[in-house]
């Protein structure tokens, strides 16, 4: 009988049952394809499709949320990555959800304040069970606060150790390494072993998983690589053979070249070794890449503009996320020619210098921009970059093998380097924030109350946060589109319908009936929804307040104008009767003039005493709210002595 | 007396909705409506209702106003008798004169009555008269200098605030709180101008001021044969600057309270031989004494909420009563079940001190329906809001067998609405009826004073609408930007 941890189960006793398994247990790392291949943009209604099919297929674990998928959620689907997590639990039960989390920098690319992580975790572990935590210098105690809430709350903590090759790379730091882990967490763990830039051989691999398992026989190990040369189903294959339980792979309808290897590849190949993989279901696994086949289409913008696997990571070693990213720089800074040199000589030694410490998140940002920096400029480390300065001051953790040369501080430091790095060095203390001052600073910028998850999210990325919760507002939940309209380029064509099921379930449809493009640069567009014409104005940004409706002036401000001698209409109507001429004298009460509004007589009184500098209207004029009426040159206390 | 012969038309002397509820009431009844019109009225839905239009003028609001146009109008189609409505000509008493004089029926009181009671010196003299309790008062000021020194004195013998009321006002208009003496002269001359301009009257007397008294009202209908009934009481506290916005069947008040109230209604139009609708005020000071305030001559805005919990039809009443019919309805007959709240959905902007919108153009329309809800309402999509004429939308009534069931009735009705295009008083009634001052219904005329906070609130989409949104400005941007 097939083993089956579902959410809620007890980790010891999932440990226990994992351990006892003579099979290997499969992830399927949805997000992590999202983010090497497509730029982080498959949206939720894509997973929501295949969730029935990701659900019977009897995976470990999805991999769903975390990395940058937090921010990229509220910043470019406008997604609440909570709901997110809700919605795709009520659709997929009985499936463990796993997440990749940046220890200290959380989802971010900083440090984040303890009180901040430890309840970002909390939060977060009410949607995810398994937790891959790491450090970009695998330094352990940058990863002890959320070790420590993952445990508390119960779920799987994955601790990892990253992987990359090099002299200092050897089995012997490895296994220190884990031993360093262990020492805080206690036995009942999943060792991530994180190949994130798919470097080293098969061979390599099953080595280093081997040494592990001698020194630590209990250990279950999580090989997790990438597939950027072509080989990690071959290293896949050397870890199981050498031990690792659970390996990482993704839906082949929707794999490239940067991110995981397809899934249903590595389990035939391991089938027909005599590796069963556990409670995995076949055909659940070819019917969600039946259903993705249709997707995939509308996501090939995002898709990187160089097709092709990319041996020569094992030179440059930049992560399966961050190539994609790096071709699109690349065009678009105009320097394409010369990505060659970047990647296979400047980025290598570059590497080198700085400690060849892990390329991955936030360390392989790091490196690349330095690369680059150099490379365009000539010059090297003097344009040093604050996050390449914090590298330098060991302020994300120590070097783990050895310090930079001192000229390269020198350069990045000026001539006093030695004070700056003997003043400076160290980690990062956060303070803790005052949560409950963020919390008032959030619901002033909503205008509402905001919950505890609202707030988790404003942490993480303030801005972002409350610009998404204004979109959710505005426009409602708009996850139920379809890629195909939600990336839409060009518009839609007349009479196009777009039908959806919005997040109650009711059916909607929305039809395109006409676009007038006026005058003033406006677009006026009407729909038909639900068979009601609609219609929906849309003004020019950049023209706001020239060609776009003129803005009306507040009553406040109105009043405050008054305030400042600048008589203008309360109200749309006409001018009854003035009661006044230039250059007289008025107190403060003093009735002005008289608005006929509505059948109604509205005396308006001055609200400061002076003498009248100008009446702009005449009796019977009609006037619009905000027009000046008259003006009152305010009576200073010094002319009052006169 | 009995020789009247029946009615077989009916003239409409008005606009906007009351025009539609009237018409509604004389078809009901059997008989032809007509309707008038001014030109900027052309397309309102009122023309529609009716069974046949007459056009009186190029308008605005002047011929509406214009008696000899309106008799003419009534002639013209052969009406034999005319209904005002409220507002415009409704307690003109030279209108049904006219009216009487050209042999037309005026379906409501006599001019002479109209003539009396719409002075509010004489009404007050009555009501004294019958024995009702009145709020000290001034008497008309005379002009110049002496009415000056007149309110002067009368200010520093009752103190402040009084009020300043025009002769001629009536339904909130013509009627200033003032607060100081210093304000009092230079708001004399203001309401006296106003007054002149809105009712051709520039008298003024003055009120002892009764701070956020309860506004309460009793709905009467009187017969030619001296029958006179009372309908029980509404609530009328919630207002802004003296204009009603959301009125209340029945009273509120204790039983008892309002009992003694209703029969002072009956006594007073005894006293004065009442004949057709009538609504007698009263405000109701926080130690529950009453006094008159005065007597509307004509049919009210909030007539429905009496009708809702009466089950009572008073526009149909109103014209068997004008062709010398026997009330049908005896007071033993007349029970209030249950109770009725109806809100004034009016195209302004209550953020900018209800603003009227005018001009702006009814995108969509989406009314509510099912159980106890009344609609009384000349909106439609493709409205225009007037700029000539009031802003009003839509009354919406809605009857609850108990208070709770009335006001939760309420907010769902609230929240199915859908006026898409001009601002409205919708997303402000929507707080309002979960304010728990509200809800429990315990309120007098300074509730919205004392809730700013309600205006603070939300104009809320229905969901749809909000996708259709981003929709179109993908389209208008040819890309989604909220993606990028």
């Known amino acids: 009988m097939s083993i089956r941890i579902t959410p809620g189960s007890d980790v010891k006793e999932a440990l226990k049952a994992i351990r006892g398994s003579d099979s290997y247990f499969v992830t399927n790392t949805a997000r992590d394809l999202s983010q090497s291949d497509f730029k982080n943009r498959i949206l939720a209604h894509t997973d929501i499709l295949v969730a029935p099919e990701r659900e019977a297929a009897g995976y470990f674990s999805l991999e769903i949320t975390g990395g940058a998928s937090v921010h990229v959620d509220m910043l470019r689907k406008q997604i609440n990555p909570f709901e997110r997590l809700q919605l795709l639990r009520s659709l997929m039960p009985n499936t463990m959800f796993q997440t990749l989390c940046r220890g200290v920098n959380l989802f971010g690319y900083r440090p984040y304040p303890e009180n901040v992580l430890r309840l970002t975790v909390k939060e977060f572990a009410k949607y995810v069970e398994v937790w891959r935590v790491f450090d970009f210098l695998n330094h352990v105690p940058n990863m002890i606060p959320v070790f420590e809430e993952v445990q508390r709350a119960g779920k799987f903590l994955e601790a990892t150790v990253c992987f990359s090759t090099g002299p200092e790379h050897t089995d012997e730091f490895y296994v220190k390494k884990v031993g360093e882990i262990l020492d805080v967490t206690g036995p009942d763990i999943l060792l991530a072993l994180k190949n994130h830039s798919g470097l080293g051989t098969p061979q390599r691999i099953g080595q280093l998983v081997s040494s592990l398992l001698d020194a630590y026989p209990d250990l279950i190990i999580h090989y997790h690589g990438h597939n950027t040369d072509g080989n990690d189903i071959g290293r896949i294959i050397a870890a199981v053979q050498a031990g690792a339980k659970i390996i990482d792979a993704a839906d082949h309808a929707m794999t490239g070249f940067f991110g995981p290897p397809p899934l249903l590849t590595v389990l035939d190949l391991l089938d027909d070794m005599g590796y069963k993989a556990e409670g995995i279901n076949r055909d659940a696994v070819i019917a969600t890449s039946d259903k993705l086949k249709q997707e995939r289409p509308a996501y090939a913008v995002f898709e990187s503009q160089f097709k092709g696997f990319d041996p020569t990571v094992h030179t440059h070693k930049l992560p399966g996320g961050a190539m994609g990213s790096s071709f699109e720089q690349a065009v678009k800074g105009g320097f394409l020619g010369r990505m060659n040199e970047i990647l296979m000589k400047e980025l290598p030694r570059v590497h080198k210098e700085l400690g060849n410490y892990w390329s991955v998140t936030p360390g392989s940002q790091i490196l690349w921009t330095t690369a680059v920096t150099h490379t365009l400029s000539g010059k090297r480390y003097v344009n040093a970059s604050e996050d390449l300065k914090r590298l330098l001051l060991e302020r994300y953790g120590p070097f783990p093998f050895y310090r930079p040369a001192d000229d390269i501080y020198e350069a990045a430091f000026g001539p006093d380097w030695k004070t700056i790095v003997e003043r400076d060095s160290g980690i990062e203390e956060c303070p803790p924030v005052d949560l409950e001052a963020e919390q008032a600073e959030l619901e002033k910028a909503l205008g509402r109350p905001a919950d505890i998850e609202e707030l988790v999210l404003y942490l993480q990325h303030p801005r972002d946060a409350v610009n998404f919760l204004k979109f959710e507002e505005e426009y409602g939940k708009t996850y139920v589109l379809p890629p195909s309209v939600w990336l839409r380029q060009g518009g839609f064509d007349a009479e196009e319908v777009v039908t959806f099921a919005d997040h109650t379930g009711k059916h909607h449809s929305i039809t395109f009936a006409s676009t007038q493009e006026l005058q003033d640069g406006s677009q006026l567009n009407y729909l038909y929804v639900d068979h009601h014409l609609e219609p929906f104005h849309h003004y020019p940004e950049a023209s706001q307040g020239q060609a776009g409706p003129k803005k009306e002036l507040t009553q406040a401000e109105i009043a405050s104008l008054a305030e400042m001698g600048e008589v203008r209409a309360p109200m749309t109507g006409v001018v009854a009767q003035i009661s006044l001429e230039v250059d007289q004298k008025i107190s403060e009460g003093d009735t002005l003039l008289v608005l006929e509004a509505m059948k109604m007589l509205n005396s308006l009184d001055a609200a400061i005493a002076g003498v009248v500098s100008e009446v702009a209207v005449t009796e019977g004029q009609q006037v619009a709210k905000g027009d000046l009426l008259v003006r009152v040159r305010p009576l200073r206390s010094k002319d009052a002595s006169e | ?484």
């Not at chain 2, 013998?157 to 304000?183: F, H, N, Q």
Request: contains cysteine; glycine residues 10%; charged residues 25%.
């Open chain 2, 1 to 484: 007396m009995n020789t009247i012969p029946p009615i077989e038309k009916v003239l409409v002397a008005n606009r906007g909705e009351i025009a539609i509820r009237l018409c509604r009431g004389v078809q009901e009844e059997g008989k032809r409506a007509v309707a008038i019109y001014e030109s900027p009225d052309a397309e309102s839905r009122h023309l529609r209702i009716a069974d046949e239009a007459v056009w009186i003028g190029p308008g605005p609001r002047k011929d509406y106003l214009d008696i000899d146009r309106i008799i003419w109008a009534a002639r013209k189609s052969g009406a034999q008798a005319v209904h005002p409505g409220y507002g415009f000509l409704a307690e003109n008493p030279q209108f049904a004169a006219a009216c009487e004089e050209a042999g037309l029926i005026f379906i409501g009181p006599s001019a002479a009555t109209i003539q009396d009671l719409g002075d509010k010196t004489i009404s007050r003299r009555l009501a004294e008269e019958a024995g009702l309790p009145t709020i000290p008062g001034s008497g008309i000021l005379p002009p110049g200098g002496d009415g000056k020194r007149a309110a002067v004195e009368f200010g520093a013998k009752y103190g402040y605030p009084v009020m300043l009321k025009a002769v001629a006002g009536g339904g909130g208009r013509g009627i200033r709180k003032v607060d100081s003496e210093k304000e009092l002269l230079s708001q004399i001359e203001i309401a006296k101008n106003e007054a002149v301009s809105a009712f051709g009257d520039g008298r003024l007397y003055l009120e002892k001021g009764i701070v956020n008294p309860r506004h309460i009202e009793v709905q009467i209908l009187g017969d030619q044969h001296g029958n006179v009934i009372h309908m029980g009481g509404r609530n009328c506290s919630i207002q802004r600057r003296h204009q009603k916005l959301v009125e209340i069947a029945p009273s509120l008040l204790d039983p008892a309270l309002e009992e003694k109230i209703c029969q002072s209604a009956i006594q007073y139009a005894k006293h004065v031989g009442y004949v057709n609708a009538g609504t007698v005020e009263f405000l109701v000071d926080s130690d529950d004494s009453f006094y008159f305030l005065e007597i509307n001559t004509r049919l009210q805005v909030e007539h429905t909420v009496t009708e809702v919990v009466t089950g009572i039809d008073i526009v149909r009443r109103m014209i068997r009563v004008a062709e010398g019919k026997k009330l049908d309805v005896t007071q033993d007959e007349v029970f209030c079940r249950g109770f009725a709240i109806e809100m004034r959905i009016n195209a302004e902007d209550p953020k900018q001190d209800f603003a009227p919108e005018s001009g702006k153009h009814v995108a969509v329309y989406n009314s509510p329906g099912g159980p106890g809800i009344r609609l009384d309402g000349m909106a439609y999509q493709g409205y225009t809001i007037p700029t000539e004429y009031d802003s009003l939308l839509v009354k919406l009534t809605v009857y609850g067998f108990r208070w709770e069931e009335a006001v939760s009735r309420l907010s769902r009705a609230l929240k199915n609405y859908r006026i898409v295009g001009p601002k409205t008083t919708i997303p402000f009634y929507r707080k309002l009826v979960l304010e728990p001052e509200f809800a429990s219904g315990s309120f007098d005329t300074g509730y919205l004073e004392r809730h700013p906070e309600l205006y603070d609130y939300s104009d809320q989409e229905a969901q749809e609408a909000k996708v259709a949104k981003l929709l179109s400005a993908i389209h208008y941007h040819g890309k989604n930007i909220f993606a990028e």
